[in-house]
T-cell receptor, first 113, second 113 residues
Framework: ETGVTQTPRHLVMGMTNKKSLKCEQHLGHNAMYWYKQSAKKPLELMFVYSLEERVENNSVPSRFSPECPNSSHLFLHLHTLQPEDSALYLC????????????FGNGTRLTVT | GQQLNQSPQSMFIQEGEDVSMNCTSSSIFNTWLWYKQDPGEGPVLLIALYKAGELTSNGRLTAQFGITRKDSFLNISASIPSDVGIYFCAGVHGSSNTGKLIFGQGTTLQVKP
């Protein structure tokens, strides 16, 4: 068990669908993150939440909509995605303010058809 | 923007051999982290470095925070088949309080038994 749990592990969706990715952390951390991992590219930071407040949004298209209802849960709502959005979406958590390392979940493998 | 150059991109070695990989940047980093990612899983933290010149070991793994604060290396001694995976370096620039990690592109390691 990683301490950061992501569901679903795999998701196939059409471009007109709406779906949500879920992340839950059991580590007592107060910051949560969404990363996108595409083949042959570095991990791309999408969103950062600190104490449930969004503190970073890295120019992510509006078809990705994050939600952080509390410090243990993070969602990524998806709608009208494009095939190039197919990737591994990784959630991570950490303590804030002391450069503490990120702890990652196992990701959701998303395929947009 | 800030970038990390990680090399080599891939390695194919014989079991028992030692491995070395490194990351360099044109910017100064305050934290260096090394992660390993197995297929179908999220990155797992191997070693965290917080001070220039710091040398830290974790079993057969050894990593160093370069004295210029612009580079780091990871060594794996006496490689075994389970060392197979993708190794990522990551750095935190400045005193970021959003935990903004910048990742290298990864080194794919294959070990021949």
């Amino acid at each position: 068990e990683t301490g950061v749990t992501q569901t679903p592990r795999h998701l196939v969706m059409g471009m007109t669908n709406k779906k949500s990715l879920k992340c839950e952390q059991h580590l007592g951390h107060n910051a949560m993150y969404w990363y996108k991992q595409s083949a042959k590219k570095p991990l791309e930071l999408m969103f950062v939440y600190s104490l449930e407040e969004r503190v970073e949004n890295n120019s992510v298209p509006s078809r990705f909509s994050p939600e952080c209802p509390n410090s243990s849960h993070l969602f990524l709502h998806l709608h009208t995605l494009q095939p190039e959005d197919s990737a591994l979406y990784l959630c991570a958590s950490s303590r804030m303010r002391d450069n503490s390392p990120l702890h990652f979940g196992n990701g959701t493998r998303l395929t947009v058809t | 923007g800030q970038q990390l150059n990680q090399s080599p991109q891939s390695m194919f070695i014989q079991e028992g051999e030692d491995v070395s990989m490194n990351c360099t940047s044109s910017s100064i980093f305050n934290t260096w982290l090394w992660y390993k990612q197995d297929p179908g899983e999220g990155p797992v933290l191997l070693i965290a470095l917080y001070k220039a010149g710091e040398l830290t070991s974790n079993g057969r793994l050894t990593a160093q925070f370069g004295i210029t604060r612009k580079d780091s290396f990871l060594n794996i001694s006496a490689s075994i088949p389970s060392d197979v995976g993708i190794y990522f370096c990551a750095g935190v620039h400045g005193s970021s309080n959003t935990g903004k990690l910048i990742f290298g592109q990864g080194t794919t390691l294959q070990v021949k038994p």
